[in-house]
T-cell receptor, first 110, second 111 residues
Framework: RKEVEQDPGPFNVPEGATVAFNCTYS??????FFWYRQDCRKEPKLLMS???SGNEDGRFTAQLNRASQYISLLIRDSKLSDSATYLC???????????FGKGTRLHILP | SQTIHQWPATLVQPVGSPLSLECTVE??????LYWYRQAAGRGLQLLFY??????ISSEVPQNLSASRPQDRQFILSSKKLLLSDSGFYLC??????????FGPGTRLTVL
């Protein structure tokens, strides 16, 4: 099993729809979880940290399911500008490294 | 606030030539620093990370090396580039085990 795994997509979603991504991780001792957004030919930018209780930032909601070892990202009322690749990242609690998933591509269609 | 700089933004180099990419961080002390490579259509590959001056951990055996001569400076080098070294090189910083923040990256093409 890969350390951090994501569906590569692409997800083609009409504008205004709700879209959800999952990301699974292999190490049950992992403590820190993150979602990043990467636009084409740009650096990844932190979108949200994921807390045990779940967290929400506007149209974005992140949740952690420790029992099933996955994190999720929900985007409501999607905008054209949400089109990007979304990377999940997990600190495996071994050291100061974060393991990144390969990303899920999202295309919002007008 | 913290900022991270990388240069150059783009680079085209012939096979066998040397490489030096620089990354500097402002606004924080004793950060963890990281070098990643992202090949076309692929994920982020961690190359090196450093928890302090002169402390470098290598993740992948290759013809690249890294150095940290100052607290907020991280350098990626190669003596002889290979075609397979082409990619998008990203520097990142973090405070221990927390989220990482990336620089704008250097797009390297080896011909």
């Amino acid at each position: 099993r890969k350390e951090v795994e994501q569906d590569p997509g692409p997800f083609n979603v009409p504008e205004g729809a709700t879209v959800a991504f999952n990301c699974t991780y292999s190490n049950s001792a992992s403590q820190s979880f993150f979602w990043y957004r990467q636009d084409c030919r740009k650096e990844p930018k932190l979108l949200m940290s994921v807390y045990s209780s779940g967290n929400e930032d506007g149209r974005f909601t992140a949740q952690l399911n420790r029992a099933s070892q996955y994190i999720s990202l929900l985007i409501r009322d999607s905008k054209l500008s949400d089109s990007a690749t979304y990377l999940c990242a997990v600190n495996m609690n071994r050291d100061d490294k974060i393991i990144f998933g390969k990303g899920t591509r999202l295309h919002i269609l007008p | 606030s913290q900022t991270i700089h990388q240069w150059p933004a783009t680079l085209v180099q012939p096979v066998g030539s040397p490489l030096s990419l620089e990354c500097t961080v402002e606004g924080t002390s004793n950060p963890n620093l990281y070098w990643y490579r992202q090949a076309a259509g692929r994920g982020l590959q961690l190359l090196f990370y450093s928890v302090g001056i002169g402390q470098i951990s290598s993740e992948v055996p290759q013809n690249l090396s890294a150095s940290r001569p100052q607290d907020r400076q991280f350098i990626l080098s190669s003596k002889k580039l290979l075609l397979s070294d082409s990619g998008f090189y990203l520097c990142a910083w973090s405070v221990t085990r927390n989220e990482q923040f990336f620089g704008p990256g250097t797009r390297l093409t080896v011909l």
